[in-house]
């Protein structure tokens, strides 16, 4: 059973940047494509960025090369960096893990963290 923990969240000014991190446990994590997606209050969960086990790395399309993910296989960490932050950016970012590639639905996703808010204030 894999388990994903998330940490990092808090409250940013537009313009600001913010690091999530993820610790994983159980599974094997080296093998195992790692996500964030995010939700908005009233939204459906959405893709923000995916790495495959070999680093490979995937991002929506609205982000515009303003976040950054990455991942330590060796300490089982991912992390998001997120820069030039947005009001729009605000809610609750999730780490998923799955087995195989990366996938931009979450349906496809087999494993998830509790999440941590994120706050963009204008």
């Known amino acids: 059973q894999v388990q994903l923990v998330e940490s990092g969240g808090g409250l940013a000014q537009a313009g600001g940047s913010l690091r999530l991190s993820c610790a994983a446990s159980g599974g094997t994590f080296s093998s195992a494509a790692m996500g964030w997606f995010r939700q908005a209050p009233g939204k459906e969960r959405e893709f923000v960025a995916g790495i495959s086990w070999s680093g490979g790395d995937t991002y929506a399309d609205f982000l515009k090369g303003r976040f950054t993910i990455s991942r330590d296989n060796v300490k089982k960490m991912v992390y998001l960096q997120m820069d030039s932050l947005t009001p729009e950016d605000t809610a609750v970012y999730y780490c998923?893990?799955?087995?195989?590639?990366?996938?931009?639905?979450?349906?496809?996703?087999?494993?998830w963290g509790q999440g941590t808010q994120v706050t963009v204030s204008s």
């Open positions: 998923a893990s799955r087995r195989g590639g990366i996938a931009i639905v979450a349906d496809l996703w087999n494993y």
